[in-house]
Antibody
């Protein structure tokens, strides 16, 4: 079964850091581009970051550039999102998503990040 | 405010055909293909249409996508109650080097 399972979310104070992980299974992880997408409570979807299959191409949304960093470990089939200098407005459900033929076809169940003092 | 503009809401009665628009610019929809996602209440989003008009396996052919110039459209024919959900367009922007989502459209089946 093709599956993405996120972990690492939780409660963090403003200015703090978190590292999200996404464990992939059921498909050749190293052959697919990957993304992180988030959704704040009651709000729409926000694309955050993209990493190519080999890890050589990386893009981040302007509003997280310099604070968030995407990476991957193809040997362990893991995707990461390092989040620093967290703000209250970063509170959201964070999804790990596979990209295939342009569209994002496999989504994890999401992990919740709450930034609050 | 999103670079891609969608109507915040849409509605229709069972059996009806509804369309949801996604308005962008030359650097995104005008240059690239459009993806559409469906998000049912409490669930993760699901890919509905990719590359403007392609359906992943398992997506009913009641759902179709198209684009003209700098606008994309999602059409749902034979509307069913289970289609009540939020719908989002997504496209790559050549100027921003970012993927963009529209603000989302909440579809209500009356």
């Amino acid at each position: 079964e093709v599956q993405l399972v996120e972990s690492g979310g939780g409660l963090v104070q403003p200015g703090g850091s978190l590292r999200l992980s996404c464990a992939a299974s059921g498909f050749p992880f190293g052959a697919y581009d990957m993304n992180w997408v988030r959704q704040a409570p009651g709000k729409g979807l926000e694309w955050l970051s993209y990493i190519s299959a080999s890890g050589t191409a990386i893009y981040h949304a302007d509003f997280v550039k310099g604070r968030f960093s995407i990476s991957r470990d193809n040997t362990r089939t893991l995707l990461f999102l390092q989040m620093n200098s967290l703000r209250v407005e970063d509170t959201a459900v964070y999804y790990c998503v596979r990209r295939k033929l342009g569209g994002m076809d496999v989504w994890g169940q999401g992990t919740t990040v709450t930034v609050s003092s | 405010q999103s670079v891609l503009t969608q109507p915040p809401s849409a509605s229709g009665t069972p059996g009806q055909r509804v369309t949801i628009s996604c308005s962008g610019s030359n650097s995104n929809i005008g240059s690239n293909t459009v993806n559409w996602y469906q998000q049912l209440p409490g669930a993760a989003p699901k890919l509905l249409i990719y590359a403007t008009s392609q359906r992943p396996s398992g997506v009913p052919d009641r759902f179709s996508g198209s684009k003209s110039g700098t606008s994309g459209s999602l059409a749902i024919s034979g509307l069913q109650s289970e289609d009540e959900a939020d719908y989002y367009c997504e496209v790559w922007d050549d100027s921003l080097n970012n993927w963009l989502f529209g603000g989302g459209t909440k579809l209500t089946v009356l």
